[in-house]
């Protein structure tokens, strides 16, 4: 079960609706800036619209009368950022140029919902799209396209409030964006925390990544010390010719960083990786990895044989 905690200030006019458990599919945090004379902006959204209507109403507690939510900065174009966006119809959303186009690859929300909902539950994808996204309504979710779009930098004002937003090359997915609050020295990186240097660059003190809980600059050095260590042991295994799936199920059982919950995704890490060295540029397939992922998550589930 989720629970939506109230939201939680990271600094001066900016708080976070962060839902635990954090390491879940699809809960992302979500940002609320509140300029000294009213103006509002989120960057990114819930993932459907009862959670978005969640921290809309927690949001509008903040504000003065008459406020709203003016804009919307979405980090990437994953449902899980960018879905919610449909509670504030009147706002602006901003994003960088190649996320709109991104957004074409991505499944639709009725896609999701149909494969979610439509998956045999005695199957392991079954099993694991229900237990882990069968949370999520978005049977009637229309996906709000950006209106504001930009390539490399924008500066914005948030009434008041300053906020830098600079685009990144390809990373997790086409066109991520980070926002930086010169002010109040916070960042929000979406899931692109692999881009630490140039985050650490900004000076932030307080980095809110798309997942999991806020990190000061020794965590997201830590960080970056699990995904160096990631990719190095992914390369000996991959030299070592192991495959792909058997790669990841050995880093799992290495379980080098239990607190980062759910180790299948490591399935995907590895994966792209894989993708990588071989120098396949062409994107996984979204269903037979997600296949891939349950299986291992099955094979790991509380009540199954041990394995030889
Ligand atoms: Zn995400």
Request: aromatic share 6%; charged share 20%.
């Amino acid at each position: 079960m989720i629970s939506q905690s109230p939201l939680l200030a990271v600094a001066d006019g900016v708080h976070i609706w962060s839902p635990t458990p954090s390491a879940g599919w699809g809960l992302a945090n979500c940002g609320l800036i509140v300029s000294p004379d009213g103006a509002a902006a989120w960057i990114d959204t819930p993932y459907d619209r009862r959670m978005a209507g969640d921290f809309l109403e927690r949001s509008r507690a903040l504000l003065p009368d008459g406020a709203r939510i003016e804009r919307v900065i979405v980090t990437h174009a994953n449902g899980d950022h960018l879905w919610g966006a449909e509670v504030v119809p009147d706002a602006e959303i901003v994003a960088t140029r190649e996320a709109l186009g991104h957004i074409e690859y991505e499944p639709s929300p009725q896609q999701l919902h149909a494969l979610v909902h439509g998956s045999d539950p005695a199957t392991p994808l079954g099993w694991y799209l229900q237990r882990h996204f069968g949370r999520f309504d978005w049977s009637g979710t229309e996906v709000v396209e950006p209106t504001l779009t930009f390539v490399g930098e924008l500066d914005l004002r948030v009434g008041q409030v300053p906020v830098r937003l600079f685009s990144l090359p390809s990373a997790h997915t086409a066109g991520d964006l980070v926002a930086y609050l010169p002010q109040q020295k916070v960042a929000f990186t979406g899931d692109v925390i692999f881009a630490c240097e140039r985050v650490l660059a900004t000076g932030a003190e307080v980095i809110v990544p798309g997942h999991g809980p806020v990190l000061d600059r020794e965590g997201v050095r830590g960080h970056v010390g699990y995904l160096e260590h990631l990719r190095d042991r992914t390369r000996q295994l991959h030299t070592a010719g192991v495959p792909a799936l058997e790669a990841a199920r050995t880093l799992i059982a290495e379980n080098t960083y239990p607190a980062l919950g759910l180790p299948e995704r490591l399935v995907i890490t590895v994966g792209s990786e894989y993708r990588h060295l071989n120098g396949t540029d062409e994107a996984a397939d979204l269903v037979a990895t997600m296949a891939d992922l349950a299986q291992v998550a099955w094979e790991r589930r509380e009540g199954a044989p041990a394995s030889a």
